[in-house]
């Protein structure tokens, strides 16, 4: 069993395959966590360590006993009201204005599966994949109950975490703040690891030092966001990519957040990830319950890399879902950056022709095609297909374009609206924005709020009229702004950032249900909102608006500590490149953009003769490398932060397999050599490299690597592929 529970000592034991994870209850019936780490045998209670310490309060029920204080003793679920100064889990707001509860163990059971969560993205797993523990913490005055759900994958040491928050008394309570994990440590130094960033430049990695007080990041934007990403590591502050103790928390959400990570006064530390309490008051009436999103955890002693290839197998195995989860993905171009809004159906024929010739699969249509949609001022919302503008239908388009052996995708914004368009006349109340102040504007656009289900059953019965007048086998889910004067007609306004991404998923739900062969793409202005959540409907994500290979080294760098290569949206596009005005060559761009799933941002008119036999080349190399890419562990084999080289390589699940890729980012005068150092390899195998025949014992590789050639250029990239012979 991967859960055990001793009664003689109310302790509950978690184990993975090389985890622990280990709290009980104590004499008063609180639930106080013990330890996660590496596995280990036998009880971790006597970390637990009780003092008279000064300004510490104690409960009633502790008596004249001082040493007892919720102040400082390790919890699973903290929570305000109980005596604890530090920040907690759960903030609870009565019926009587007072903001307390008291939590306290009341009951648990353990069984064979994963639990799941209605109306929100989870990992899934198999009974024979998984246990669940459910624990129920019950506040005897208010009636509320609280119920800790764990969910153990212990072949690929997985614990995710959730909560439940139902109101069994009699009046109303305020759910103020809610987070579905916490992690308290009783003794080290940690770092904390972000991904910061912007637009066009997302999941930059970002290490301090968790010292004495509080840091947090996280997102009141309504989306995860570009800025902040819903995932952190809680480091030693030793630990590297391969050596040293590492904790990861993934949010398995798409709206606002916040993760906090403090160091107290005793020099305890404690990371809570949740739901941000900026914008969120959640009434629950009498018999209402709240489910929190899910916190997917993971340990690594191994530092980093361990750490990420275990969220990779997660992400890849047990968070996507449906035909395209598992299986190749199409090499597409899009229209977006051939021809931006100037296109008709010839253009897009064109598009197509050319990518038959060049042996791209699919042809994506991007903005554009609907409504009156000349720019990004008007047409949002009017979902239906502008005849005119194309010269014919979209089912004759689609069937032209199928006929010449390419598949067609099309891009889609269904959650935002313009001014300017007629739904908006029709409805202005559909839009989020505060009827008595003029609205605040982002891309000359507004929100539809998706907390509603009448306006996602209007758009989502607009968009599906679309859908079924061709063979689509793609779609791009788009966002192109942020939440800003959160208001609803229909809602509790401390309810709606929530409710808002409960409706999205809930028409992506629909949406999957009813076209389950056609693959989806997620999108925020890119990057914005590049979470599990998303992922649980979208097998893909665009990584990044910025399409510049040099600037996708950081951002692609940024995204692997959690996501797959799998799941990231990379594509060629033209140069100068149209973010950053920055010339590299085909091999390079090709190069970057096959660490994710492959494909196009250009006008291959504007392409040579040169240029377009060497794309034919990208996309053979491609394909013929794309199960080691989207099924092989990814390594990251240096910094492109610090280093002048930047290399990663995938390595098959059977180590057979290598595939070295590199980019120069600095060239100079007599340049120095870089040799890069392999990882993940058999020490004791022979790999041959296909190109020059050469051949290199596994362990000589990963200790001494590799040398890169020096070449005049900038932004020199090279491939190399090895197999083991023998």
């Not at 309504?222 to 480091?235: E, F, L, R």
């Not at 509790?492 to 056609?518: H, I, S, W």
Request: proline share 3%.
């Amino acid at each position: 069993m991967a859960i055990e529970f001793q009664q003689d000592e109310q302790l509950f034991t978690l184990n993975t395959r090389h985890t622990t994870y280990q709290m009980k209850v104590d004499r008063l019936g609180f639930l106080l966590h013990l330890y996660y780490g590496e596995r280990i045998l036998g009880s971790m209670d006597y970390l637990l360590t009780y003092y008279d310490r000064g300004f510490s309060g104690n409960p009633a029920d502790a008596g004249n006993d001082r040493t007892y204080s919720m102040d400082v003793l390790p919890q699973e679920y903290p929570h305000l009201g109980t005596g604890d100064y530090r920040n907690t889990a759960l903030v609870i707001r009565n019926a009587d204005g007072s903001e307390y509860c008291d939590l306290r163990y009341a009951s648990h059971k353990i069984y064979k599966g994963k639990y799941a969560l209605k109306g929100l993205p989870a990992v899934h797993a198999g009974d024979n994949e998984a246990e669940t523990l459910e624990i129920l913490l019950k506040d005897s005055v208010s009636g509320l109950q609280v119920r800790l759900l764990y969910g153990v994958l212990a072949e690929d040491d997985i614990i995710t975490r959730s909560a439940e928050i139902c109101n069994l008394g009699e009046d109303a309570v305020c759910v103020e703040k809610a987070s579905s994990a916490c992690l308290d440590f009783m003794g080290g130094e940690y770092d904390f690891i972000s991904f910061c960033g912007r637009h066009a430049m997302e999941r930059n990695f970002q290490r301090t030092r968790i010292a004495h007080g509080c840091q947090s990041i996280g997102s009141r934007r309504g989306t995860s966001s570009h800025q902040y990403n819903p995932a952190v590591i809680i480091a030693q502050k030793d630990a590297t990519e391969d050596m040293g103790s590492c904790y990861g928390m993934l949010f398995v959400y798409s709206g606002n957040f916040l993760c906090e990570a403090e160091r107290d006064q005793y020099g305890h530390t404690r990371a809570l990830m949740g739901l941000h309490d900026d914008l969120f008051h959640y009434p629950l009436e009498k018999g209402e319950t709240l489910a929190i999103p899910e916190t997917i955890l993971c340990y690594s002693a191994e530092g980093f890399a361990e750490l990420s290839k275990r969220y990779h197998r997660c992400i890849r195995e047990h968070v996507c879902r449906g035909t395209y989860s598992r299986q190749s993905r199409p090499v597409l171009i899009n229209s977006w950056e051939a021809a931006y809004f100037d296109f008709d159906g010839e253009t897009i024929y064109k598009l197509a022709e050319q990518a038959a010739a060049l042996g791209i699969d699919m042809v994506v249509m991007d903005d554009g095609w609907f409504g009156k949609r000349d720019d990004d001022n008007s047409g949002l919302g009017d979902w239906q297909v502008n005849e005119k503008k194309l010269g014919c239908s979209l089912g004759e388009l689609v069937r032209r374009i199928n006929d010449i052996g390419v598949m067609f995708g099309i891009w889609i914004e269904p959650e935002m609206v313009s001014e300017d368009s007629d739904v908006y006349r029709s409805h202005p109340d559909w839009a989020i924005r505060v009827p008595s102040r003029k609205p605040v504007r982002a891309r000359n656009q507004l929100v539809l709020d998706f907390s509603r289900k009448d306006v996602r059953d209007y758009i989502f019965d607009q968009i599906c009229a679309v859908l079924d007048q061709g063979n689509i086998a793609y779609v791009k889910w788009d966002m192109n702004r942020s939440l800003t004067d959160i208001y609803s007609m229909e809602h509790a306004q401390g309810k709606v950032t929530y409710d808002y991404v409960c409706g999205v998923y809930e028409f992506l739900e629909r949406l999957m249900q009813r076209y389950p062969n056609m693959l989806i793409e997620g999108c925020s202005g890119g990057g914005g909102r590049f979470d599990a959540g998303m992922l649980y409907y979208t097998p893909q994500i665009w990584c990044s608006d910025n399409t510049d290979a040099v600037d996708r080294l950081r951002i692609q760098y940024g995204t692997s500590f959690f996501y797959p290569a799998s799941v990231v949206g990379s594509h060629v596009s033209a140069v100068p490149n149209h973010q950053t005005g920055r010339t590299t060559s085909l091999h390079t761009r090709g190069v970057v953009a096959m660490a994710g799933t492959f494909g196009y941002e250009l006008n291959p008119e504007l392409l040579s003769s040169e240029e377009k036999d060497e794309i034919q080349q990208q996309i053979a190399c491609y394909k013929k490398y794309e199960e080691l890419v989207r099924r092989g562990d990814y390594y990251r084999l240096s910094n492109p932060f610090t280093d002048a080289c930047v290399a990663w390589a995938f390595v098959s699940e059977d180590r057979e397999q290598v595939l070295l890729s590199a980019v120069m980012q600095e060239i100079h005068g007599n340049m120095t050599v870089n040799y890069i150092r392999l990882k993940g390899l058999d020490p004791n195998a022979v790999y041959r490299d296909e190109e020059t025949g050469a051949c290199y014992y596994g362990s000589a590789l990963m200790a001494a690597g590799i040398p890169m050639p020096v070449e005049l250029g900038a932004y020199r990239s090279y491939q190399i592929y090895m197999e083991i012979v023998g």
